[in-house]
């Protein structure tokens, strides 16, 4: 299936047919080229997560964590938040070290620009039904008391309102 110049299989590579030797890079080069691409490649980032979701959990979250680890620009927060939110189910064991790079990522100064912050709530909210230590599910809920406005704001994005939303109604 042709996109533009380019082939549908090779913008979007399907992990799950890569000898598990492959997994990790590939997931790196997909997330850089995510990053790369302007304006970021969500769709790319996320197809990738929900491909992802049937792999090793032990060699994906590792890989995904050194990626965001590296020089944190707003387009990788925004990439990794992406696939994090497509490849967490409230199945997921969600690695607790991902969990609290995602809030600190939130919490930083300056906040996050709109998209990447858009990109957090959604991370943050496929991680809080979860698999979680119960400190970080109410480090995640204070967050979303936090936006509250925006659960409120009819200028937001649905799928926005509807995460903060379903956070804040859990308790």
Known sequence: MPDGPHNFKTLYPDIRRLPPDQVGA??????????????????????LGTKARSLDRSV????????????????????VAWFLS???????EPDGALVRLLCDW???APPP???VRDAL??????????KIDPALKQKIYR????????ANQKRQESVIVAAVQRVLRSK
Do not use: C, G, H, N
């Open 26 to 47: 590939a997931i790196r080069s997909t997330l850089q080229t995510a990053s790369s691409s302007q304006p970021t490649d969500m769709d790319r980032a996320a197809l």
């Open 113 to 115: 620009a709109a998209d």
């Open 143 to 150: 967050i979303f008391q936090s936006l509250d406005s925006i």
């Open 86 to 92: 497509a490849f967490w189910t409230p199945d997921s």
């Open 60 to 79: 994906i979250e590792p890989e995904v964590a050194d990626f965001a680890s590296q020089s944190a620009s707003p387009q990788k927060k925004e990439v």
């Open 106 to 108: 939130f919490e930083s």
């Open 121 to 130: 709530i959604l991370a943050l909210a496929a991680a809080y039904p979860a």
